[in-house]
Nanobody, 118 residues
C-alpha cells in the first residue's frame, strides 16, 4: 500500500520558518521525482517546488524562489520543504506528489495545513 504522509504544518508568524517532511512508503522512493504543491482556499492547486529522483535537479515557483528549499533523503524515503521568510500569502494546504514518469505512476499525500498570520 502506497502512502505519502505530510507533516510539520501549523500556525507561524510572518517572517517565520517551517519544515515540512513528506514520508513515503510502499514505493521505490528513488525512482520518483517529488513535488510540493499548495492550494489556498478558492484557488487552484499550484506547483511550489520539484526535485528529481536523485536530488540533483530542483525547480521552484517564482513566488517562493530564495525562500523555500526542497531536498530529499532517499535513505529515509522522505522529501522536505524548508520554508523561510514566510508570508501570509503562503497560507495554504501543502501536498506532496510522487511521480515516476517512465512507469506512469503518480501518488499524492493528504496534505498539511500551513497558516501564516500574526
Amino acid at each position: 500500500q502506497v502512502q505519502l504522509v505530510e507533516s510539520g504544518g501549523g500556525l507561524v508568524r510572518p517572517g517565520g520558518s517551517l519544515r515540512l517532511p513528506c514520508a513515503a512508503s510502499g514505493i521505490t522512493f528513488s525512482n520518483y521525482a517529488m513535488t510540493w504543491y499548495r492550494q489556498a482556499p478558492g484557488k487552484e492547486r499550484e506547483l511550489v517546488a520539484v526535485i528529481s529522483s536523485a536530488g540533483g535537479s530542483t525547480n521552484y515557483a517564482d513566488s517562493v524562489k530564495g525562500r523555500f528549499t526542497i531536498s530529499r533523503d532517499n535513505a529515509k524515503n522522505t522529501v522536505y520543504l524548508q520554508m523561510d521568510s514566510l508570508k501570509p500569502e503562503d497560507t495554504a494546504k501543502y501536498y506532496c506528489k510522487a511521480n515516476w514518469i517512465a512507469a506512469k505512476l503518480v501518488y499524492w499525500g493528504q496534505g498539511t495545513q500551513v497558516t501564516v498570520s500574526s
